[in-house]
Nanobody
Framework: QVQLVESGGGLVQPGGSLRLSCTAS????????MGWFRQPPGKQRELVAL???????NYADSVKGRFTVSRDNAKNTVYLQMNSLKPEDTAVYYC??????WGQGTQVTVSS
């Protein structure tokens, strides 16, 4: 099973930025769709963004224009650049990989 290592969460003020990273074990990761989900407090997990191996990405409407997902296939790593963060972006962010279970996630808190 593929192992995921997520990092980059933290506490940020509204309007700030954070960059999340997720590195997957195994060379096959460069050919699969990867991305990010999040689970806000008291709510269900929801899609944030997905990116195919060729680089085409899809985003949730709530993050379009503010978040950018990218990947480095050579490093089996997917990134999530989050700009103009809002308090409603507060959530545990989980990396998605089709051949992996959900990991621990990384906490993002947007608060003044």
């Amino acid at each position: 099973q593929v192992q995921l290592v997520e990092s980059g969460g933290g506490l940020v003020q509204p309007g700030g930025s954070l960059r999340l990273s997720c590195t997957a074990s195994g060379s096959a990761s460069s050919t699969v769709t990867m991305g990010w989900f999040r689970q806000p407090p008291g709510k269900q997990r929801e899609l944030v963004a997905l990116i195919i191996s060729g680089g085409i990405a899809n985003y949730a409407d709530s993050v379009k224009g503010r978040f950018t997902v990218s990947r480095d296939n050579a490093k089996n790593t997917v990134y999530l650049q989050m700009n103009s963060l809002k308090p409603e972006d507060t959530a545990v962010y989980y990396c998605y990989h089709p051949f992996s279970s959900w990991g621990q996630g990384t906490q993002v808190t947007v608060s003044s």
